[in-house]
Structures are given as C-alpha cells and as structure tokens.
C-alpha cells in the first residue's frame, strides 16, 4: 500500500520561500499522481495542484498560479512543493495527497501535513 | 470554478442517531465526487467515492447518494467515533471542497 511521509514544520518570514516533500513507499513516484492540500488553522482544505494523468502536466489552481511549483524526483520516490513570496495568509498545514495512476481517482492516502508558519 | 456548499455548518447528535449531510455543487458535476472524514490533528481519509462508493475499510453505516449537483452523506447511526468533520470533494472541473459539516456531540 501506498505510505507517504512529509518533511518537518516550517517557519518562513514573509517574502521567503519554503519546500515541502513527500516521501513515496509501497509505490513508485511514477505510478502516481501527486496532489498538494493545504489548510489553514481552524479553516477547510483548499486543493493547490497536482499532475494531471491524462494531460501529463502538473495543473494549478489559479489562486497559486505563479507562485507555487510542483516538482518531483523520480529516482528518491519524492515529490515537492515549492511555495514563493510567503504571506502570513500562507500559514498552514500542507498536505500531499496521491492518487494511483489508472486505478483510482481520489486522494488516498495522504501526508500525514507539514505545518508551515509565515512570520516576522 | 465549481463551488461546493455543504450544509449544515454544524450537526449536533447522539451516539445512535442517523446524521445527514448535504453538499450542493454549483454546476453538474455527474458523480465525480467523493467525501473526506478529518478528525483534528490528522489528515483527512477518504469515505466515499464517485458519489456512492465506500472506500476500503469503510463501515456500512457510512453511505453516500446523488448525482448532478445535489449530494447527501447519511452515517446511519453515529459511533463515538464518528463525531468529525466532513468534507465534499468534486474533481469534474480541477478539485474543489466543500467547506466542511462539523458532526458533533450533542
């Protein structure tokens, strides 16, 4: 079964970046479909992005457009989420979320999050 | 951008009661949608999918209903362990969630 495992908390100053991983166990990077969730304290799950099976491309939600990279490296099984120009409005658990490629299409399992804090 | 309402905000019940939670979509999204249990500090898992599947492991008391924009969630009769937040997915056009149904004890 598909494990994935986050890096640890995070805290940023505003105006910095921060990157996020996930280690992949019991699959192969390549057999899935990685996604990024994030929330907010006290607030619901807002989808970032993720790779898009049938186009190929990693797609974003336009909210992040721009300031939000998914990358992934095949060869360590992990995935990344690189986030830019931090705001305090950034502050959040951020989940990865994966889905196996051709055989569902739902995000299970997930991360166990990364807490990431935005502060001066 | 498909919205997803989720009503109520808030559901106050017993153990043994029969919750219902209701997700609306703002345009047809057929049954490309899926419901998500979090309970606090952990990461959300995956209940239902395409609108009336249970995921492995799932309890039968958990059953999801609807198609198009109108979505139910009904937990038969609630254990302990169910009180929780739900959240409604749809992943028609890109993913969006609903913004949650806190189920708690009464």
């Known amino acids: 079964q598909v494990q994935l495992v986050q890096s640890g908390a995070e805290v940023k100053k505003p105006g910095a970046s921060v990157k996020v991983s996930c280690k992949v166990s019991g699959y192969t990077l390549t057999e899935l479909s990685m996604h990024w969730v994030r929330q907010a304290p006290g607030k619901g799950l807002e989808w970032m992005g993720g790779?898009?099976?049938?186009?190929?491309?990693?797609i974003y939600a336009q909210k992040f457009q721009g300031r939000v990279t998914m990358t992934e490296d095949t060869s360590t099984d992990t995935a990344y989420m690189e986030l830019s120009s931090l705001r305090s409005e950034d502050t959040a658990v951020y989940y990865c979320?994966?889905?196996?490629?051709?055989?569902?299409?739902?995000?299970?399992?997930w991360g166990q999050g990364t807490l990431v804090t935005v502060s001066s | 951008e498909i919205v997803l309402t989720q009503s109520p905000a808030t559901l106050s019940l017993s153990p043994g009661e029969r919750a219902t939670l209701s997700c609306r979509a703002s345009q047809s999204v057929s049954s490309y949608l899926a419901w998500y249990q979090q309970k606090p500090g952990q990461a959300p898992r995956l209940l239902i999918y395409?609108?009336?599947n249970r995921a492995t492991g799932i309890p039968a008391r958990f059953s999801g209903s609807g198609s198009g924009t109108d979505f139910t969630l009904t937990i038969s009769s609630l254990e302990p362990e169910d009180f929780a937040v739900y959240y409604c997915q749809q992943r028609s056009n890109y993913v969006t969630f609903g913004q949650g149904t806190k189920v708690e004890i009464k």
């Open positions: 790779f898009d099976p049938e186009d190929g491309e990693t």
């Open positions: 979320a994966t889905i196996i490629t051709g055989m569902t299409y739902w995000f299970d399992p």
């Open positions: 395409d609108a009336s």
